[in-house]
């Protein structure tokens, strides 16, 4: 594997931490952490108030409501979290609180992002149970981060492609699989970036790609809410009347 050390692009990153520690991202790769995120807080609030707009019953509107704080709330906290790092890292405390708080609200990200589809679609008996198992998923993802944060990195990477991946295979067993090759894009893309997630200190600016592949993977799961969940049948195909 190309040890990136050892190029000109080291300047670009710091060396690699213990496991029990966080890894220090350079000035180049903070400046790059806030971007990748503050860039998509616009647009996901926006496409947050479509759903809301396109929503016909109470259903659709409380889904929409969930889908939107999830994805809103991924892009402000991890932003605020990488900002306050970057420009007050003194406050060790905050950037201790936000650091968690960064890593408890992609559990609920995952959840919300399954909202939708869990309520909007028809589900059969046992299906209909991860409506609420995937918030209880979330739940514990989230004491899990409270008493062990930072401890065992792998074991939450490990966390976070379950809760993931469990749910997904209800999404598959639906009746209904309009959707299903946009939910797997945007769940590979999710995978793929899981890569740079565990690669500070070897590749520059992994971090930040990790930050791209999240932007869209959500976009492409996005997507595929919009235009199968929201948007009304006589709009999803122009061609037929």
């Known amino acids: 594997m190309l040890d ?54 109470a259903q659709e509107t409380l889904s929409a409501w969930v889908y939107g704080l999830g994805l809103c709330g991924l892009f402000v906290v991890s932003t605020a979290f990488h900002t306050v790092s970057w420009k007050k890292s003194h406050l060790r405390t905050v950037v201790h609180c936000l650091h968690m708080s960064d890593r408890m609200v992609i559990y609920f ?30 739940s514990a993802g989230t004491v899990y981060v409270f008493f062990f944060h930072e401890r ?51 590749v520059p600016f992994a971090h930040a790609i990790w930050h791209l592949f999240v932007a869209f993977g959500a976009a492409t799961h996005y997507y595929a809410v919009w235009r199968y969940l929201y948007l009304p049948p006589t709009c999803q195909d122009p061609v037929s009347k």
């Open 4 to 57: 990136f050390q050892k190029t000109k692009y080291a300047r670009f990153m710091n060396h690699r931490v213990p496991p029990n520690k966080r890894y220090q991202p350079t000035e180049y790769e903070h400046a790059a952490n806030c971007a990748t995120h503050a860039l998509l807080i616009i647009p996901s609030i926006v496409g947050s108030s479509k759903l809301y707009f396109l929503s016909d019953d």
């Open 109 to 138: 990200f995952i959840a919300a992002s399954y909202a939708p589809w869990l309520n909007l679609r028809e589900l059969g008996p046992w299906a209909s149970h991860m409506r609420w198992l995937v918030w209880t998923m979330a």
């Open 152 to 202: 065992y990195k792998l074991v939450e990477l490990l966390c976070y492609l379950v809760m993931g991946l469990f749910p997904a295979l209800v999404i598959l067993s639906m009746p209904d699989r309009e959707g299903v090759r946009e939910l797997v894009a945007g769940g590979l893309l999710y995978c793929l970036g899981t890569v740079f997630f565990k690669s500070d200190g070897r």
